[in-house]
Nanobody, 123 residues
């Protein structure tokens, strides 16, 4: 059974940091891509970052490069999203997604999703 479980969200003040985790089960880690997405109220779900288990490469939304870092612990089948210098506009529900694909910023490339974790950044 495929399962993705996010954790690590919370309430932070602007300028703070958070690390989100996505534990993946039911997949061979080296055969999938794992993406982080976020969705703010009233907005479309947008791609944030992606880790390719095929070749351990990473990709980022241009607007978030330098503040967000995606990493993995392949032994734990877990992908992390480190977020620094948080801004109120980073407030959203953050989701991880996975599939037998290569990294993509499109939500439609992934069939498997976690339940989401809320990140709220106050000014």
């Amino acid at each position: 059974e495929v399962q993705l479980v996010e954790s690590g969200g919370g309430l932070m003040q602007a300028g703070g940091s958070l690390r989100l985790s996505c534990a993946v089960s039911g997949f061979a880690f080296d055969e999938i891509a794992i993406g982080w997405f976020r969705q703010a109220p009233g907005k479309e779900r947008e791609g944030v970052a992606c880790f390719s288990g095929h070749d351990n490469t990473t990709y980022y939304a241009d607007s978030l490069k330098g503040r967000f870092t995606i990493s993995s612990d392949n032994a734990k089948n877990t992908v992390y999203l480190q977020m620094v210098s948080l801004k109120p506009e980073d407030t959203a529900t953050y989701y991880c997604a996975a599939d037998h694909t290569y990294c993509s910023g499109s939500r439609y490339s992934y069939d498997y999703w976690g339940q989401g974790t809320q990140v709220t950044v106050s000014s």
